[in-house]
């Protein structure tokens, strides 16, 4: 287990490093943890002056720099956030791993597979709290969702079906934004890896491993990345689901879209990735009911109540995660989702670009499960 402050009322000192799109949105939250006396925001790092700009203009950070490598072996730093592109993960993890520091690292993990594995595994080994930037976890519609599951009103969950869409996160379709989401050697896949693995990690979280997947692939826009996917879930407890993802011209659209069919009921959840988006509904229908749409609003505050969040200044994308790792790591926590549900995910997402590839269904065989975590068969066929 990583170090836990001698006192626990200190704010935690964090660096960033990553100045990106999604460096800003937990800049945001790291921002208001900052006034909240959470944290204490030493170093933020990322070649583009333009990036160090805009995070500065959120979070008053004590220093900018261009070359974070440094950053996790400086001893006035107490934890690493990592929110720089995808290839620069392994060696920033690994940097923060020989200084023994906590660190949140941002999905995906690393371009290939077998990396995600060894990555994991030195993660896991090292004993350090680690979390991973699947932020949809703290959704209240995702975790209304999962009360219903455990609390079994409706039965047990059969199906689902669940739709992913957003713009095409690249400066070639979006000005504004970078473009090596759309570059194969720089992202390792496009709307299955790059947007969908937090699909990936809400149905492994809420219906378990996934055992079975069959995938069809498109790249519409011509880039050697994915710009759709399609896929057939098996999951070991006999839970059956489709997937779709999408990334297309739609500027200013992001939304994801969950149908769960019950043995004795229908849960319709859409949102957005942000907290309180305008997409937000829930809709559940029971026999011979009608269907009734709950006030996400009043979910949304029950579930931040329960956190201990009262603010309601601010627009809830990246704080809620940031400040759970930052809790984990100063009451000495684990925290979650950590680094092997991570590792679930990317094990379906390479399993359906297997898939797409050979033209058929392909198991998640124990050859792909991490050592020492449990079998992706280890349920029983009927639970949940």
Not at 37 to 60: L, M, N
């Amino acid at each position: 287990m990583s170090p836990v402050p001698d006192d626990t009322n200190a704010p935690l000192r964090v660096a960033m490093i990553g100045c990106g799109i999604i460096g800003f949105v937990h800049a945001f939250g790291l921002g208001k943890l900052a006034e909240e006396g959470e944290i204490t925001p030493i170093a933020a790092a990322d070649p583009s002056q333009e990036g160090r700009e805009r995070v500065k203009g959120v979070c008053a950070f004590e220093r900018f720099v261009d070359d974070g490598s440094d950053l996790p072996m400086d001893p006035g730093i107490d934890a690493v956030l990592i929110t720089a592109p995808t290839t620069t993960h392994p060696e920033l993890i690994r940097a923060t791993i020989e200084a023994g520091k906590p660190l949140f690292c941002e999905k995906p993990l690393a371009t290939g597979f077998d990396l995600v594995r060894q990555l994991t595994r030195e993660v896991l080994d090292s004993g350090l709290i680690a979390q991973v930037g699947f932020h949809s976890r703290f959704h209240p519609l995702y975790n209304s969702l999962s009360s219903i599951i455990e609390g079994g009103d409706l039965g047990r969950p059969m199906g689902y079906t669940l739709r992913d869409d957003q713009f095409w996160p690249t400066g070639q379709v979006v000005p504004g934004h970078s473009s090596w989401r759309s570059d194969a050697s720089q992202a390792g896949g496009g709307a299955l890896l790059e947007h969908s693995i937090h699909s990936a990690d809400i149905i492994s979280w809420l219906f378990g491993p996934t055992a079975r997947v069959y995938a069809a692939t498109r790249h519409v826009f011509g880039y050697e990345v994915e710009d759709v996917g399609a896929l057939t879930i098996e999951h070991a407890n006999g839970i059956v689901g489709n997937l779709l993802t999408i990334f297309n011209g739609m500027r200013g659209r992001e939304e994801r879209r969950l149908e769960v069919f019950f043995e004795h009921g229908v849960v319709e959840i859409t949102s957005n990735f942000l907290i309180g988006a305008k997409e937000d509904t829930m809709l559940v229908q029971r026999p011979d009911d009608e269907p009734k749409r709950f006030d996400v609003a009043l979910i949304r505050k029950k579930y931040l109540t329960s956190l201990g969040i009262t603010r309601d200044d601010l627009y809830f994308y990246q704080y809620v995660a940031d400040r759970a790792w930052v809790r984990s790591i100063r009451f000495g926590q684990a925290a979650r989702p950590d680094f092997a549900e991570a590792f679930r995910a990317h094990a379906l997402v390479e399993a359906a670009y297997r898939s797409a590839a050979r033209g058929e269904a392909v198991e998640i065989a124990d050859d792909l499960v991490l050592g020492g975590a449990p079998s992706v068969r280890s349920r029983s066929p009927e639970g949940v």
